[in-house]
């Protein structure tokens, strides 16, 4: 069973960081070209390739925050119904035991936001780990001195497996079963 919560979770990662990242590097591109054409068409030259290169690299750290959300939740069906290691998270249909075959995004709405909050809630209990841990071994005198996204990242990275393992008790809908 901890096999097919740990290959669960390897794709999750994969799939997750993949389209996130893909996604901010192609709306920031978007934001960038858009920034050109705005300011005039300048003659495209090494310094204007690099300033556009400069804020394609400043847009694409914002839009990460909002692609990650997407990525969370688009990443979230292609948890179930994958059979690895003999097991899988199957779905089931409101108020009844049958399972849905082929999840929507629209399945996964009140499930998403039960998994969120617990996501939520394990990522901010590493958070207060670190600090607790940075505080008795490290001479950080606050936070911000070493917390940035991609601690952050790597916290919601580890929250996900334990996410997983506790998916089957948040929410009524989800459970594992033998396939």
Known sequence: MSKF???IWIRWVLRL??????LAM???????????????????GVDTLE?????WK???????????????FRSLKYIFNNCLDSYSFKLLECNTLETIDIVGYGDL???FRRWLFS??????????????FTKFFFSFSNISEWF???WLYLFLILSGFISFVILGTISKKVKVSRC
């Open 17 to 22: 960081s993949v389209c996130s990242i893909f």
């Open 5 to 7: 919560y740990f290959s």
């Open 51 to 55: 300033a556009l290169f400069e804020i």
């Open 109 to 111: 709405v009140k499930i």
């Open 26 to 44: 192609l709306l920031s591109l978007f934001i960038t070209t858009f920034i050109y054409f705005i300011k005039g068409n300048g003659a495209v």
């Open 119 to 132: 996501l939520i809630w394990l990522v901010t209990s590493f958070v207060v780990i670190a600090v607790i």
């Open 58 to 72: 400043f847009w694409v750290m914002v839009t990460w925050n909002l692609t990650l959300l997407i990525a969370l």
């Open 148 to 150: 940035n996204i991609y």
